[in-house]
């Protein structure tokens, strides 16, 4: 390894930048756990994910706790996508493994100390226990939806089920990602509405609409209107990253030959579409070859063909 090359690279530009994205994915990760503890666990909704299978656990009368559940099974997980996925992308997740359980237990500890943060002791609501789980599943999912955007933001990853899901699409390239993530979670909450003894439906639908309402939270903070993403890269190192992009995301780049206006010199240019979960995927694979190439990131209206949405007349 060139250890000249590797602290040239820790610039004061780029050590301010790894700070502030690991603020935000620290913030993020905190805010989801917020919303987990204290409004998800109270009231035992299965939104499918981690807290999910965690829930599960619960209704099958395993008294364990749920916050080192959580942390257990985020844990198998981050491991699971170490040895299938690499260290690239577990690394994207290793601070939301480590810090959300610990977050969960720091939540916890204070709402137990100061009961009135946790909606279930509201005075106001006493004795309408519908209108509590209601309001815990609103409040829950946004909480939840924009822990997940800002840790998005911060170039971080909140790992859990995704995991699965990309090891899914690794090896079954024909399952788009956004289909193994709805089967997932929507196995997850039906085998929760199975073991919960009292079969109760309406919790079930509370929970799925409080995952319903953190998906939007995070359309919103992170995505606006679309999911899919292009970005068009300026770089000697085009070849290096369309290798990477192929191997590791499973899509691929078109090279363009382009001329600089006031140059006059001839370069490539990579374009490259991919959807909201390989973002910082492939920010990581670009600064990895070229922090210097020239990149154009925009939203798309809409993506059509393989490996996005099948084209339509």
């Not at 916050?67 to 996508?81: A, P, Q, S, T, V």
């Not at 519908?130 to 933001?153: D, E, H, Q, R, Y």
């Not at 289909?179 to 929507?186: G, K, M, N, P, V």
Request: glycine letters at 8%; aromatic letters at 12%; one cysteine or more.
């Amino acid at each position: 390894m060139n250890l000249n090359k590797l602290f040239k690279n820790f610039t004061k530009e780029n050590t301010l930048k790894l700070i502030s994205n690991t603020l935000l994915v620290l913030l993020g990760t905190f805010i989801l756990a917020m919303g987990t503890e204290m409004f998800i666990i109270p009231q035992e909704l299965d939104t499918g994910g981690v807290s999910g299978i965690a829930i599960c656990f619960k209704y099958a009368g395993i008294e364990f706790s749920t916050e080192i559940i959580i942390g257990i099974i985020g844990w198998i997980l981050f491991f699971l996508g170490l040895i299938f996925l690499g260290w690239s992308f577990s690394a994207q997740t290793l601070i939301s493994t480590i810090t959300y359980p610990l977050f969960l237990l720091l939540i916890n500890f204070i709402c137990s100390k100061y009961s009135f943060l946790l909606i279930a002791e509201s005075q106001s609501l006493a004795g309408n226990p519908a209108l509590i789980t209601l309001l815990s599943s609103l409040f829950g999912g946004i909480l939840v939806g924009a822990g997940c955007a800002i840790t998005f933001v911060g170039g971080g990853s909140t790992g859990g089920v995704d995991i699965i899901t990309f090891i899914i699409c690794k090896y079954f390239k024909r399952i788009k990602s956004s289909a193994s993530i709805f089967i997932i979670d929507a196995i997850i909450v039906i085998l929760g509405f199975i073991i919960n003894k009292d079969h109760d439906i309406a919790l079930c639908l509370e929970g799925v609409f409080s995952a319903f309402i953190a998906a939007l939270v995070v359309d919103r903070i992170f995505v606006g209107q679309s999911d899919s993403f292009a970005a068009y890269i300026i770089t000697d190192k085009y070849q290096e990253i369309t290798d990477e992009v192929i191997n590791k995301l499973n899509r691929t780049t078109s090279i363009l030959d382009i001329e600089g206006g006031y140059t006059k010199e001839m370069k490539k240019m990579l374009i490259v579409s991919f959807t909201i979960r390989q973002y910082t995927q492939v920010m990581s694979i670009i600064t990895r070859y070229d922090r210097k190439a020239f990149t154009i990131i925009h939203r798309t209206h809409e993506i059509d063909g393989e490996g996005f949405k099948e084209l339509k007349e």
